[in-house]
């Protein structure tokens, strides 16, 4: 069911801010539309109106600004492989972005609307009259969640590819809205909540995505995923180590939010493996079982850590 009675085609940012007010939050932006129209058929996403957003030149571009490199919000995930400094510094991006659903999407999905796309779980990717059959859930108008047998937290998951790739790079994130132009990291804008996984407010524009230049990072990309084109993501990791040594680890898939463990090379592997498993609140709302996803967390970080520390 398409619910959208309205259609606007804004030509800047201030104007799909200005319709975005008007329409007094019931709308919803369109970019590649890959994850907002499928949303739409199932039920999902029920805004009254689609505030087309592909035609502001304002959020396209790749370029240097200072000592980041600014990658506009529209940017085509299967064309970040074409731009040199990324290839030259920032690979695990084009990693990332290149696991993303099949070569059709990935030419029409944005980088914004990626690390913006709705959380996921098997008991709310359903079709409408699927998900009344058990009652809803609290994502969608039920009031216990179902992957949990009942508990009153909703654990869709984060399967955004790119935001953990980005993360692990120390990615931040500007976005406009009426108050005007904010810019903070990028792990900053998830709250956890699988109701309400962004903190954002619903009328921003996420403008840019910057990514912090000459920090040598060397990397490491793995993804779980039943079939390797169209799935989406049971666990993605993304580490990294830079010049001074700092480690970053970020997993998507197995919590609402990312998954973020802060450390440096030479820390306690264990250690480090057992933290981000203790955070990563994955529940059996995933073709692979929960224990399975956990269990994965430890072989890519593993498997990670050997690539960016090799034994001596
Ligand atoms: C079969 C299939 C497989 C998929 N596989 C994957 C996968 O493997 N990995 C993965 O990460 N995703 C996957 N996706 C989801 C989706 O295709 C991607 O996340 C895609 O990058 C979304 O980008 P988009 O431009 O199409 O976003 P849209 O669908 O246009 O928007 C997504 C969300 O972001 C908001 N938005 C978009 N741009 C902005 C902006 N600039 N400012 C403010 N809000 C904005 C929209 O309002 C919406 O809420 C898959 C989708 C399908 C249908």
């Given at each position: 069911m398409i619910a959208e009675k309205k259609y606007i085609l804004a030509t800047t940012v201030q104007e799909a801010i200005e319709q975005a007010v008007a329409n007094k939050e019931n709308f919803k932006y369109l970019a590649g539309g890959t994850d907002v129209m499928v949303n739409k058929f199932q039920g999902n996403e029920t805004s009254g109106c689609l505030i087309d957003i592909t035609k502001i030149t304002e959020l396209k571009g790749i370029a240097k600004q200072g000592d980041f490199l600014r990658i506009g919000a529209l940017e085509i995930l299967e064309e970040?492989?074409?731009?040199?400094?990324?290839?030259?510094?920032?690979?695990?991006?084009?990693?990332?972005?290149?696991?993303?659903?099949?070569?059709?999407?990935?030419?029409?999905?944005?980088?914004?609307?990626?690390?913006?796309c709705e959380n996921r779980c098997l008991f709310y990717n359903q079709s409408e009259w699927w998900r009344e059959s058990i009652g809803y859930c609290l994502k969608c108008d039920g009031d216990i969640c179902i992957a949990t047998g009942g508990k009153n937290a909703c654990f869709s998951e984060l399967v955004s590819d790119t935001a953990p790739a980005l993360i692990a790079m120390d990615a931040e994130i500007e976005y406009v809205d009426e108050k005007g132009t904010h810019r903070q990291k990028l792990e900053k804008i998830y709250t956890g909540d699988g109701v309400k996984p962004r903190n954002i407010p619903?009328?921003?524009?996420?403008?840019?995505?910057?990514?912090?230049?000459?920090?040598?990072?060397?990397?490491?990309?793995?993804?779980?995923?039943?079939?390797?084109?169209?799935e989406f993501t049971s666990l993605t990791s993304a580490v990294t180590v830079d010049k001074k040594c700092k480690l970053k680890i970020a997993l998507s898939g197995v919590d609402p939010k990312p998954v973020v463990i802060e450390g440096k090379i030479e820390d306690d592997k264990d250690l480090l493996i057992k933290k981000a498993i203790k955070a990563s609140r994955a529940v059996d709302n995933d073709m692979y079982s929960r224990k399975y996803r956990r269990e994965m967390i430890s072989v890519y970080l593993q498997k990670s850590f050997s690539i960016l520390n090799p034994p001596k």
């Open positions: 970040l492989k074409f731009n040199s400094i990324i290839k030259d510094e920032f690979s695990m991006l084009i990693e990332a972005a290149l696991s993303v659903g099949s070569p059709l999407i990935r030419k029409t999905a944005t980088i914004g609307g990626n690390v913006l619903k009328n921003a524009i996420v403008t840019s995505l910057f990514l912090p230049l000459n920090r040598g990072f060397k990397t490491a990309f793995f993804k779980l995923r039943e079939r390797e084109s169209l």
